[in-house]
Nanobody
């Protein structure tokens, strides 16, 4: 399984960004997909995840601001990030769980105050 992430960038506080992650390869083996993030000096943390059936999980810090969605036909997961805060600045990693845990390359999200 390969995960290709896109999106990210620099945005002012209060702004929005959308991340995408497309899976290829043995995609039938993937159940949950989502996003983790890691800020400098901090541990990697789960931001949001969604199962193949559409059940979602969010970190408390992003509830009400971020929305995760999934297009199973395109094997793609999206993270819509609204009302971004400087504390959201981190490298965001796409993640997939199936036979193993799979990781995409990180994409930088920087929120300026």
């Amino acid at each position: 399984v390969q995960l290709q992430a896109s999106g990210g960038g620099l945005v002012q506080a209060g702004g929005s960004l959308r991340l995408s992650c497309a899976a290829s390869g043995r995609v039938f083996s993937i159940n949950a997909m989502g996003w983790y993030r890691q800020a400098p000096g901090k541990q990697r943390e789960l931001v949001a995840a969604i199962t193949r059936g559409g059940t979602t999980t969010y970190a408390d810090s992003v509830k009400g601001r971020f929305t995760i969605s999934r297009d199973n036909a395109k094997n793609t997961v999206y993270l819509q990030m609204n009302s971004l805060e400087p504390g959201d600045t981190a490298v965001y990693y796409c993640w997939g769980s199936g036979e193993y845990d799979y990781w995409g390359q990180g994409t930088q999200v920087t929120v300026s105050s």
